[in-house]
């Protein structure tokens, strides 16, 4: 080939969006060259076509983005031979405009009052975009500075908190736009609405006093009494406005990471007067002095107080300072005035009911004292027999110190072992055991062996006479004393503690029916051991085993034999 390919087509910048077409022609040279598009390194797939003696190859790109900016398209014309001819390139670096894409990388900054912030937002485009700020609902601050994709904030202040937003244009549509939002923490602030001081009217219900306030945290408000550390929620409710209330309360605000701050407001209740409870019932001694006190709270203060007396017969008289015996003292306190009456030398002549009275522009109260006067000997009385009370109580309560701690009192009392044996001490019995054939409690015979079972030593039943031979057992003749005899038995003294010696070979039935009854228990009777045969004369024939016919040769050895056993028995 005379020279390389040429490449047509894409001249000029293209926008991100549209179409691109690049056709790529070979001239000259045999055999025909070979044509290949190239993005880079990587083979486009294409479609060639012959042209009269040349060769050319088109490629087609649908829709252009901001990627193909840049991009190196080369088309390659290959004859076949390197050897002979070399292989020969053209190239063209696609321009493509495209709008800006904004990306912002702190979508929130957080700063205190008086610091200084930068809000920052990354811009992509071409050609370069240029770069606006600002402030959504306002304009930037006076001393903020921007600086193509920065914002500088040197001191920032509260009213500097909100969205900022960094908006990028180049002429291609559409516009890039990103937000950013500024935290600005500032301790709480206050606000002005609340009065330093409310007027509420005496006997008033359901008044309140709400407080604002700002900040960032949002702050926590609470009221609370002045010096105190009672709080309560906002806003600050009254449901009964009474005297008492009236006084200094300050509304606290508070957020994390500030101090909290205050502010004082005076509650100043007004109203008619209001006396404070007391005694209703005065009750002295005839010839000493009666002190009636009277403590009026009201705003404003009464001028003067009052004092009449009422007596038992109706009479009602205004008492006076300068009437004989008489004394009437008026002082300030901090929400009213207090009032005193005294009256010297009482008798039965000065009982009555008095009456504290005090007005003001709102109204006026009063309050009723009832005194009573007594004889002084009964007073003398109640306070001799007071008095020997107490020192009888001192004196009962001394002897009983000295009784306990000389241990005439609260004396240990040593267990009683008498009833025990000195010798030996009773093996212990299961509660739950019974034994079978040992009577009972109210059977009201000693026997020869004694048990402990539920806590008590029971004796045995009676030995019973008129039984065969087959149901003789351990029996006695005769009633015996259990202090001749030891604790118990040499051989309940060998056997297992609960075992019955007599469990081992047979009970007869009745001893065991006539036990149970004496003893009111449950009792399932055992089969009887069946006697030997006897012949017709009434005889004892033993059977031998088998193969062993042997019985006793005459009557005499019978009887032997069973006075034998009984002897063993017995």
């Known amino acids: 080939m005379s020279g390389p390919p040429r490449i047509t087509g894409g001249e000029l910048t293209a926008t991100a969006g549209e179409q691109l077409s690049l056709t790529c022609r070979a ?92 809000l920052s937002c990354m811009v992509d485009s071409n050609p370069k975009a240029d770069v606006t700020w600002r402030k959504v609902g306002g304009g930037l601050p006076e001393l903020a500075v921007p600086r193509d994709h920065l914002l500088l904030l040197p001191k920032v202040s509260p009213r500097d908190g909100g969205p900022y937003q960094c908006e990028a244009d180049n002429g291609v549509r559409p516009a890039g736009l990103g937000t950013v939002t500024l935290q600005v923490y500032y301790p709480p602030v206050i606000e002005d609405t609340l009065d330093s001081e409310v007027t509420m009217l005496h006997g008033q219900d359901d008044l309140s006093i709400e407080c604002f306030a700002a900040g960032n945290p949002k702050p926590h408000i609470r009221w609370r009494r002045k010096d105190t550390s009672l709080y309560w929620d906002n806003p600050l409710r009254f449901h009964r406005v009474r005297y ?89 306190t901090d929400d ?58 001192i004196v009962g309560a001394i002897i009983v110190c000295v009784a306990v701690k000389k241990k005439w009192l609260c004396r240990e009392r040593k267990p009683d072992t008498s009833t025990l044996s000195s010798t030996r001490s009773m093996p212990p019995v299961p509660k739950s055991v019974k034994r079978l054939g040992h009577g009972t409690n109210d059977s009201g015979v000693e026997d020869l062996e004694l048990q402990e079972l539920d806590g008590t030593l029971k004796p045995r039943p009676p030995p019973r006479a008129g039984k065969e031979w087959t149901s003789v057992g351990l029996s006695y003749t005769a009633l015996a004393h259990s202090n001749t005899l030891p604790p118990y038995s040499t051989v309940e003294r060998h056997k297992p503690d609960g075992e019955d010696i007599r469990s081992r070979g047979r009970i007869p039935e009745e001893d065991i029916m006539d036990d149970a009854i004496m003893d009111d228990t449950e009792y399932i009777p055992d089969d009887p051991p069946a006697p030997p045969p006897k012949d017709k004369k009434r005889r004892w024939t033993r059977r031998a085993p088998p193969g062993d016919m042997t019985v006793p040769s005459s009557l005499h050895e019978a009887e032997n034999a069973l006075n034998e056993i009984q002897a063993d028995s017995i």
């Open 27 to 118: 001239s000259g040279g045999h055999p025909a060259a070979r044509l290949t598009w190239l993005n880079g390194t990587r083979s486009f797939s294409s479609t060639s076509d012959s042209a009269g003696s040349g060769k050319t190859l088109d490629l087609f790109l649908p829709r252009l983005t901001k990627w193909d900016n840049g991009a190196n398209f080369t088309c390659l014309a290959d004859q076949g031979f390197p050897q002979l001819a070399r292989t020969k390139a053209s190239s063209r670096i696609l321009r493509v405009k495209y709008p800006p894409v904004v990306q912002v990388p702190s979508p929130s900054v957080h700063v205190r009052e008086g610091e200084p912030a930068s």
């Open 244 to 332: 008492d209330v009236q006084g200094t309360y300050q509304c606290v605000a508070a957020s994390d990471g500030f101090r909290e701050v205050t502010r004082d407001v005076y509650v100043d209740v007004v109203g008619r007067p209001s006396i404070q409870g007391g005694l209703t019932t005065l009750t002295v001694a005839a010839g000493s002095n009666a002190r009636l006190h009277c403590e009026i709270l009201a705003d404003p203060i009464p001028a003067t107080v009052t004092w009449t007396w009422q007596t038992k017969d109706g009479a009602e008289s205004v008492v006076m300072a300068t009437d004989l015996g008489v004394i009437i003292t008026e002082e300030p």
């Open 336 to 393: 009213g005035i207090a009032s005193s009456l005294v009256v010297e030398d009482v008798g039965i002549s000065e009982e009555g009911t008095y009456v504290c009275q005090a007005a003001n522009m709102f109204g006026e109260a009063r309050r009723e004292i009832r005194l009573e006067v007594t004889d002084s000997n009964d007073s003398l009385v109640v306070i001799s027999v007071s008095m020997a009370t107490l020192v009888l109580g």
